[in-house]
T-cell receptor
Framework: EAQVTQNPRYLITVTGKKLTVTCSQNMNHEYMSWYRQDPGLGLRQIYYSMNVEVTDKGDVPEGYKVSRKEKRNFPLILESPSPNQTSLYFC?????????????FGNGTRLTVT | QKEVEQDPGPLSVPEGAIVSLNCTYSNSAFQYFMWYRQYSRKGPELLMYTYSSGNKEDGRFTAQVDKSSKYISLFIRDSQPSDSATYLCAIRKSSGDKLTFGTGTRLAVRP
């Protein structure tokens, strides 16, 4: 089944403890992206990647890192999480950026930072 | 001013009703318009895609774009309880540009 898989689905951590949220897609998509979804603010892009080894900042990149060493994987790294990073995170992928190609989303990771 | 505005709802309608969901946007440069549906505890999924002005129909769903008013709509005919979800509009200026999402409207269809 074609899908974007994120892990974990739920994560509770403490301020400053480094964490990684994994994202993997099995559709051979070139473009991958991370979003956070907050009430009243909607989906905001954190980072995106047009292809392997090519990443760029989105609208809210502060406090996050990403890497794209392989086409299928695009992990999101929080080196020193803070409470304002408590949010619902989505990974998404599409064949190529733009045009009619739809974004395929994972089922989300709910992160709580205390 | 946000680039795209969307009423958060919630919107509650009886089964069988016609539902109208709307977004307004501020920049006339936007050309690509999409609607995503997001069920509870799931990621958004693409529902409708429209380029430039006009209507597009797919089953019970119709997407409408009025570029002169900078207004986009999604109509759902004969709404069903399974349509209960959050609906997000998404817009893009050009083919390679990023997507800008509305905040979403939560819809509940009562049996």
């Amino acid at each position: 089944e074609a899908q974007v898989t994120q892990n974990p689905r739920y994560l509770i951590t403490v301020t400053g403890k480094k964490l990684t949220v994994t994202c993997s897609q099995n559709m051979n998509h070139e473009y991958m992206s991370w979003y956070r979804q907050d009430p009243g603010l909607g989906l905001r892009q954190i980072y995106y990647s047009m292809n392997v080894e090519v990443t760029d900042k989105g609208d809210v990149p502060e406090g996050y890192k990403v890497s794209r060493k392989e086409k299928r994987n695009f992990p999101l790294i929080l080196e020193s999480p803070s409470p304002n990073q408590t949010s619902l995170y989505f990974c998404a992928s599409t064949l190529v950026a733009g045009g009619r190609s739809p974004l395929h989303f994972g089922n989300g990771t709910r992160l709580t930072v205390t | 001013q946000k680039e795209v505005e969307q009423d958060p709802g919630p919107l509650s309608v009886p089964e069988g009703a016609i539902v109208s969901l709307n977004c307004t946007y501020s920049n006339s440069a936007f050309q690509y318009f999409m609607w995503y549906r997001q069920y509870s505890r799931k990621g958004p999924e693409l529902l409708m895609y429209t380029y430039s002005s006009g209507n597009k129909e797919d089953g019970r769903f119709t997407a409408q774009v009025d570029k002169s008013s900078k207004y986009i709509s999604l109509f759902i005919r004969d709404s069903q309880p399974s349509d209960s979800a959050t609906y997000l509009c998404a817009i893009r200026k050009s083919s390679g540009d990023k997507l800008t999402f509305g905040t979403g409207t939560r819809l509940a269809v009562r049996p």
